[in-house]
């Protein structure tokens, strides 16, 4: 039913969208010529030279040439009244960021996040954060249109799908404004694609390929070894005798292998605590508020490595017209697929937590060290496969009424699809306690497992005092082998229609917006879980794998014990005697799928008052939004279970005011004032009425569960800015802002226990939760100089562009217990962000390095334990692109990303001072040509 209902969707968006330019034919035939030299942009107004011809100003677009690479962004970002921030693509091209996420860090207030599962590898940063608001709350646009997205845990887009090479400017706006999506708590990012009447119309054409390697890599699951490699094409040309038509085609093509190696505690508790005669003082079933001599012990000693082919490619093209000078139309397409295929290998050595309590005590304990007698280890691999695709669709038509009135329309549509099929297996080296068939063996350690470890460095070390037992593949025995398929599909269609009078940022007197907008969303998650457990002994690793020349890091050269998948599945089908299915299949293929939709329909009024010196806005945007949740809800009665779908249907209504003022102190100084509601939607799951439970290899239980009764979050945001705009393309400028957010969002975990399997188990249980309140504050800094040649002559060709931003933030968590905890930050906000790039360009060659820094940010909450809580630690990373133009349009380059090659480091404890799991990230270097003729 649900893709019944969004594919008739999809058809109906679809055939608006075409009906836009199917119009166009018939005001085609009442249409005058458009002179070819009459416009040089696709927006109308008065033309201005500056003095230098640095920068010619068309009413709300700026035009800038290449040699002053960051004049045209600080031109932009002068002509507007909402506190913002631009890259452009003279910008984009002087640094090796390859996707719009990288691109977009560069911003003042702009941080980037990684994936937090324990499933994927933390190779590259896939979210964009805004003043310390995660991207589920931050609205991304695609040439003003809402994009789909397939994350699983979050609204937030993809943008690291996006190369950076079709972009022409990337908008972050920091203030909102009522004609925007108020899915905007700390602000919006619209990616704005080439038009072909750039340049007043001029054909344009650039090519770009390059050969790169990352550090580590080799041959993956697709044989694909060697050197990686990226390609990009944008061409863009007007036609007709009035050259009224244009068009604009991009295409990318990246392929690459990437390698990182994760070391880490487990997923829950982390880190033991033990008495003074060595027995356990904060058991599982708890968590353990009770940290017995106060010496932390590390519950495993975790390691993953994982090897990946990356490929991504995409065509992007959009057909424009000019049919007379007050009539503009276009439509757009895009298809972009990224294809990924992962292998992980595992190991764990397990001293504290499988073993267990009374019989396992550490010995000869000191602040550093200690022993344990027994232990067990576990191997384990996991072969995957992500298939991403994201379609856009999207016409548009601006008809001038007049020198001052603009109607516009916008129709849109974009469908993304993830397809993630999974295999794995795991084989242990302990004790196997064979329970009921189709029932997960239980682990007990064993004497060959002895092991010491040693906490006196920040990376846990561990040694096995027999390595000669753990190498031996016949003393591993399986302990399951599994598959898991997800599928998630996201469609969102909208449909907007807004008119404007004397609103542009050079008009006099009053002016104003109206405009509504309708926007259907729906989401559909689907997994296929099947596992076999073995049933008795009889099974080893022996002939299905063995030791490999890669070290586990921290463990005194023990190597990773590595599964060939294929021999190990061929096991299970040799052994079927020995092998039975997971009694829980069902139920793990059933207890996370849910649809979710969503229909919005708003309208906005905006009025304003400018005069030379000084504007003034005010608006208001009414938001109401339906939304239908259904989910499977287990129901078990004397020991059976029964599976009934629920729908739980909701609806929010929302009257969102705001208004600012612009003045000019001087002609070089802008103050900005800014006040304003906004909100932030939760994510699709969180809606779900389902209780989604998985098992460890230790039997404990990992639960997650929606609530239906979730609320969006409110904010109320003020915001001052200073601006002041120097000579030679100069800016310096400083913003303020305060968030009061009421019903903020976060996950609360609690360890507890659950009656499953007819057990009482332990369980880790984590819910989505509204706060009672939370605040932001934050301050940011800018300082850009396209050019110190207005000091000395010598420093001509050097320039710089750096900003600074302050964050603080107030959470108060509800405990498990019902008191109110505050946390002095947000989830995903940072305490601080730095960013440094410095050029230097003479004659043919230019070189520019760039330094990010993202402070220490929030990333889990736990119900009751701060200790337990985890926090992303401080990472920076510097990149660096050397150029040299060879003449002729040729230019060749070579970049390097990740110079120092930086690690994503999690942390925990008291004092943030333990390590939860650390993420290696490679260089990677590239070497490339560019063509861009000059003359066409």
Aim: proline share 4%.
């Amino acid at each position: 039913m649900f893709d019944q209902q969004v594919g008739r969707r999809y058809w109906r968006l679809s055939a608006l969208a075409f009906a836009t330019a199917a119009a166009w034919s018939s005001l085609a035939c009442a249409a005058a010529q458009v002179p070819a030299d009459e416009t040089e942009s696709s927006a109308a107004g008065e033309q201005t030279t500056d003095k230098d011809q640095q920068v010619q100003r068309f009413g709300h677009v700026d035009v800038t040439r290449k040699r002053a690479v960051s004049g045209a962004a600080v031109a932009t970002k002068q002509t507007q009244d909402r506190v913002m921030d631009v890259l452009t693509k003279e910008q984009i091209e002087t640094l090796p960021d390859a996707t719009v996420t990288e691109v977009v860090k560069r911003v003042a207030g702009v941080s980037v996040s990684f994936n937090s599962d324990n499933v994927n590898g933390r190779d590259e940063a896939q979210f964009v954060a805004i003043r310390g608001l995660d991207a589920s709350y931050n609205n991304i646009s695609f040439d003003g249109a809402p994009m789909a997205s397939t994350d699983q845990t979050s609204r937030g887009v993809r943008t690291n799908m996006l190369p950076s090479s079709l972009v022409k400017q990337v908008q972050v706006f920091k203030t909102w404004q009522p004609d925007q999506d108020p899915n905007a708590v700390g602000g919006s990012v619209n990616i704005v694609t080439r038009s072909a009447f750039d340049n007043g119309g001029k054909p344009y054409f650039s090519a770009t390929g390059a050969l790169g390697h990352a550090d580590a890599t080799g041959k993956v699951l697709s044989g694909a070894e060697g050197l990686a490699r990226k390609a990009d094409m944008a061409w863009s040309a007007t036609f007709g005798p009035s050259q009224a038509v244009g068009l604009v085609i991009a295409a990318n093509y990246e392929k690459q292998n990437t390698y990182s190696l994760g070391h880490m505690t487990t997923d829950n508790i982390f880190y033991n605590f033990y008495n003074a005669n060595g027995s356990l003082a904060n058991p599982a079933a708890t968590g353990g508020a009770n940290l017995g001599n106060g010496l932390p012990v590390p519950q495993q000693f975790k390691y993953w490595q994982y090897r990946k082919n990356l490929e991504r490619q995409g065509v992007d093209a959009k057909l424009e017209a000019k049919f007379t000078p007050d009539v503009y139309g276009f439509v757009s397409l895009g298809y972009n697929v990224e294809n990924m295929h992962e292998l992980r290998d595992e190991n764990i050595i397990d001293v504290g937590r499988t073993t267990g309590v009374s019989s396992n005590p550490v010995i000869n304990q000191t602040a550093t060290s200690g022993q344990f007698a027994l232990g067990e280890a576990e191997a384990g691999v996991q072969q995957s496969k992500i298939d991403r695709t994201v379609e856009n669709v999207q016409g548009g038509l601006d008809w001038h009424l007049g020198d001052d009135r603009i109607l516009s329309f916008r129709s849109s549509f974009s469908k993304a699809s993830q397809w993630n099929p999974q295999t794995a297996v795991k084989y242990i080296y302990g004790n196997l306690k064979y329970g009921a068939s189709g029932t997960q063996p239980s682990i007990v350690g064993i004497p060959g497992m002895a092991t010491t470890y040693d906490t006196s460095g920040f990376d846990p070390a561990v040694s096995v005092v027999n390595p000669s037992g753990f190498v031996n593949p016949a003393n591993w025995q399986p302990l399951y082998w599994r598959t898991d398929n997800i599928r998630i599909d996201d469609r969102v269609g909208d449909l907007k229609l807004d008119f404007r009078q004397n609103m542009d940022p050079d008009s006099r007197g009053l002016g104003y917006a109206i405009g509504v907008d309708y926007r259907s969303l729906g989401h559909n998650y689907n997994e296929a879980f099947n596992a076999y457990f073995p049933t008795g002994s009889g099974m080893t690793m022996a002939g299905v794998g063995g030791a490999s020349g890669t070290t586990l890091p921290y463990t005194n050269g023990l190597p990773f014990m590595t599964i060939d998948l294929n021999k190990a599945w061929q096991q299970l089908l040799s052994n079927g005697s020995l092998v039975a299915a997971n009694v829980n299949n069902l139920a793990s293929s059933l207890q996370n799928d849910y649809s979710h939709t969503e229909q919005t329909a708003a309208g906005y009024a905006m009025a304003s008052w400018r005069t030379d010196r000084l504007s003034a806005m005010i608006g208001l945007r009414q938001d109401n939004t339906r939304l239908s949740t259904t989910g499977n809800v287990r129901n078990t009665v004397g020991g059976t279970t029964t599976w009934q779908s629920v729908t739980n249907d909701s609806k929010y209504n929302f009257t969102l005011p705001a208004a600012s003022l612009v003045f000019d102190a001087t002609p070089a100084v802008r103050l900005k004032l800014a006040a304003s509601k906004t909100i932030g939607r939760p994510t699709y799951d969180d809606y779900a009425p389902n209780t989604s439970i998985s098992e460890s290899s230790d039997g404990s239980l990992t639960v997650v569960t929606g609530n239906p009764n979730i609320k969006p979050r409110e904010s109320t945001n003020l915001d001052l800015s200073a601006e002041w705009y120097l000579p030679h393309s100069g800016l310096v400028s400083l913003a303020a802002f305060h968030k009061q957010i009421k019903n903020e969002i976060y996950s609360l975990t609690r360890q507890g226990t659950l009656f499953y399997d007819g057990l009482t188990r332990t369980a880790s249980i984590t819910q989505p939760l509204n706060s009672s309140s939370s605040k932001l504050d934050g301050i940011e800094l800018n300082f850009v100089q396209s050019s110190l040649g207005w000091l000395t002559r010598y420093l001509q060709g050097f320039g710089f562009s750096g900003n600074l931003t302050l964050l603080s933030g107030r959470l108060n968590a509800i405990t498990s217990s019902g008191s109110t905890r505050t946390i002095n930050r947000l989830v995903n906000q940072p305490d601080q962000i730095r960013n440094l790039s410095i050029f230097y360009n003479y004659r043919k060659f230019g070189i520019t390095v760039a330094y990010n820094w993202i402070g220490t940010s929030l990333r889990a909450v736990d119900a009751s334990l701060p200790r337990q809580d985890v926090y992303w630690q401080a990472r920076k990373e510097i990149d660096l692109q050397a150029r040299y133009d060879i003449g002729s349009g040729w230019q060749t380059f070579f970049e390097v990303a990740n110079l120092t090659g930086s690690p994503v480091v999690a942390v925990t404890g008291q004092n943030r001072n333990l390590l939860k799991d650390k993420f290696s990230i490679g260089r990677t270097f590239w070497l490339g040509l560019t063509y861009t003729p000059k003359h066409l």
